[in-house]
């Protein structure tokens, strides 16, 4: 699944660049979005995001490209890969900013682990 956000001034740190917690806001909320939509009925939380390294600064008005890939499922979990583009606006050039690995459990009406339902 892909998706973009908009950088905007309320997004940035007292530096002038995108807070690194509204990042992993982003990726929680689009694959989270990704991993309901892949297993429609079952209900997911987040149990782990890894791989956190913030090694590019983003500025206002960058336009981010949000990536989310399946890559593995367990018994109760889902893991993601997503991948963050920044998308240059005057050339159309994609440059990897972040990407991260991050895990869904399902789990049922009282949030205890479940076996992944495919129907
Ligand atoms: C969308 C959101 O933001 S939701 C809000 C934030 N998230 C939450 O509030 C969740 C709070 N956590 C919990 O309620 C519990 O930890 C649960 C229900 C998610 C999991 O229960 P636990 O007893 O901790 O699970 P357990 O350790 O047995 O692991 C369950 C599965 O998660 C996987 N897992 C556990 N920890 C991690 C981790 N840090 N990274 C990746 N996978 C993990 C396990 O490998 C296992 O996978 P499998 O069943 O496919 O083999």
């Known amino acids: 699944m892909e998706t973009h956000k908009l950088v905007m001034p309320e997004h940035?740190?007292?530096f002038g660049f995108l807070f690194g917690g509204n990042l992993?806001?982003?990726?929680?909320?689009?694959?989270y979005i990704?991993?309901?939509?892949?297993y429609p009925g079952c209900n997911f939380v987040t149990v782990g995001m890894?791989?956190?390294k913030f090694k590019k600064s983003i500025r206002q008005g960058?336009?981010?490209?949000?990536?989310?890939k399946k890559n593995r499922i367990g018994t109760t979990s889902v893991?993601?890969?997503?991948?963050?583009t920044r998308e240059e606006i005057t050339t159309g050039s994609k440059e990897l900013v972040f990407t991260t690995r991050i895990t869904?459990?399902?789990?049922?009406?009282?949030g205890r682990k479940k076996a992944i339902s495919t129907r």
């Open 24 to 31: 992993l806001k982003w990726i929680d909320e689009v694959s």
């Open 34 to 38: 990704a991993v309901t939509l892949d």
């Open 12 to 14: 940035l740190n007292h």
């Open 62 to 68: 960058t336009i981010l490209c949000f990536e989310s």
């Open 79 to 84: 893991e993601y890969i997503v991948d963050v």
């Open 104 to 110: 869904f459990v399902s789990v049922d009406e009282n």
């Open 50 to 52: 890894d791989n956190i």
